[in-house]
């Protein structure tokens, strides 16, 4: 067995934090293109060595030039991100970080730092973004939110914004999650945490605990939005900012929450489904007895886990002790869930391996709670996971075929794709083919990952 590959120390310096995005754009190659890159593959098209390609994803060395980086960039499909970070590396990557933030924070540069007054704005907003892990793909903010920002920071209103206002921000970003594309949604989340981090770093320490609750909101919608555009990895991370923050806090509503839906997400992802089921279940122990919409997503997140594992009898009953409580708690719409969530599980869990016409009636109630987008294509989905085990093979292709076409290609989320691809699962190998099947696989398979 191989020895396990050593973490970077990606926020050590600009330099680490570049090769660390070379090794992270390497590891994902497979998902965001469909075919694995292979160290030697990658270190043959660009023109380095494996172990000089190595060195730069440890940031131990760098480029050797802006041509180099486009090559990296090219192979790596990165869509220019290194390219865009490489002027920046190349003056300052060797400066440690947190000299960086200071220098740009306080405008004191006894370290030596190189200065150039045509990007101030850039270095300033860079360095602080960087230091909290923000950047992942292209800019993390275009240049007018980088300066409202620091106008904020300057007028002292950032430190002012109550735990009200974040919360109102919160709502605004899981309404526009239900009713955009994720991608839309992605950059104003970057900008309300980084304000938030200013905000929490500055805040009077009996105001600290309900900006923390914000932060575990607003990290559990960002890592929503990474699971939907496919982005597991960092997705992972921030799930455990959002239970840091919420356990912080204190609130434990919030930290029943966090692990409620980190269950439920990790369902649409490579994580082990077992990990799933510790999550949900490390949240009902929080919960006790607590009677709360929070419990609910946790016993979702437990009783889906059950039903992709096959293991049909423990699932219907985790259902059972979903039902009776939602009961308790009636329709509501938080954080997470909402008056179709009861019925979208219990779609799942029968679509697997329940009862039809269990199934049926669950997508009728669910249908009459008007679901967002991505539960209503997904509830189309899991019908035709239905008819696909009840041996119905072509129709359920179709189905599938249809819920992914009549969708928007920005709205394809990963998590609607995950649940299409779970449809050919339920197809033996011998029955694909075919014309049903040709159209499904140009539609859903064919969809880049």
């Known amino acids: 067995m191989s020895a396990r590959r050593k973490q970077p120390e990606r926020y050590r310096s600009l330099a680490h934090y570049f090769g660390a995005r070379v090794r992270d754009l390497r590891d994902s190659y497979d998902q965001r293109v469909g075919s694995p890159l292979r160290l030697g593959d990658f270190a043959s098209r660009t023109g380095y060595s494996p172990s000089m390609i190595s060195a730069i994803e440890r940031g131990e060395h760098l480029p050797d030039g802006g041509d180099r980086v486009k090559a990296l960039d090219e192979v790596l499909a990165a869509n220019g991100e290194l390219i865009r970070l490489w002027p920046l590396v190349q003056r300052l990557g060797r ?90 949604v992605r950059e104003n989340l970057v900008a309300d945490l980084t304000a938030l981090q200013w905000s929490l770093a500055r805040a009077k320490a009996e105001h600290k605990a309900d900006l923390q609750r914000s932060m575990a909101w607003l990290a559990i919608l960002y890592s929503d939005v990474l699971t939907r555009l496919g982005d597991y990895g960092t997705a992972r991370r921030w799930w455990t900012t959002a239970r840091h923050a919420a356990d912080a806090s204190g609130d434990l509503d919030m930290r029943v929450r966090t692990r409620g839906k980190e269950a439920v997400f990790a369902l649409y992802t490579p994580r082990s489904l077992d990990s799933a089921i510790l999550l949900a279940q490390e949240g009902q122990r929080l919960a006790g007895g607590m009677v709360s919409t929070s419990t609910l997503q946790t016993l979702a997140g437990e009783a889906q886990a059950l039903a992709l594992m096959g293991r049909h009898r423990e699932a219907r009953e985790t259902l059972r002790r979903l039902h009776t409580l939602a009961d308790k708690v009636g329709e509501r719409s938080e954080l997470g869930w909402t008056p179709d969530s009861l019925w979208f599980v219990t779609s799942w869990v029968h679509s697997y391996g329940g009862s039809s016409k269990a199934g049926d009636k669950a997508r009728e109630e669910a249908a009459k709670r008007a679901p967002a987008y991505q539960n209503a294509t997904n509830l189309r989905l899991h019908e035709a996971i239905t008819i696909a085990r009840e041996g119905g093979h072509d129709d359920a292709l179709r189905l599938a075929t249809d819920a992914i076409s009549g969708l928007a290609p920005a709205y394809r989320s990963q998590m609607i794709l995950h649940t299409a691809r779970q449809v050919q699962e339920m197809v033996p190998v011998a029955r694909r083919k075919g014309s049903a099947f040709d159209d499904y696989r140009a539609v859903v398979m064919g969809t880049p990952l």
């Open 95 to 184: 400066h440690s970080i947190d000299d960086l933030v200071a220098a740009a924070d306080s405008g004191n540069n006894r370290n030596g730092i190189p200065q150039c007054q045509d990007d101030d704005m850039e270095r300033r907003i860079l360095f602080r973004l960087t230091g909290l892990g923000l950047i992942t793909t292209g800019p993390a903010l275009a240049d007018a939110e980088a300066l409202r920002q620091l106008i904020e920071k300057t007028l002292g209103a950032a430190e002012s914004s109550t735990a009200e206002d974040w919360e109102a921000a919160c709502v605004e970003h899981r309404h526009a999650l239900r009713t955009r594309p994720p991608a839309e």
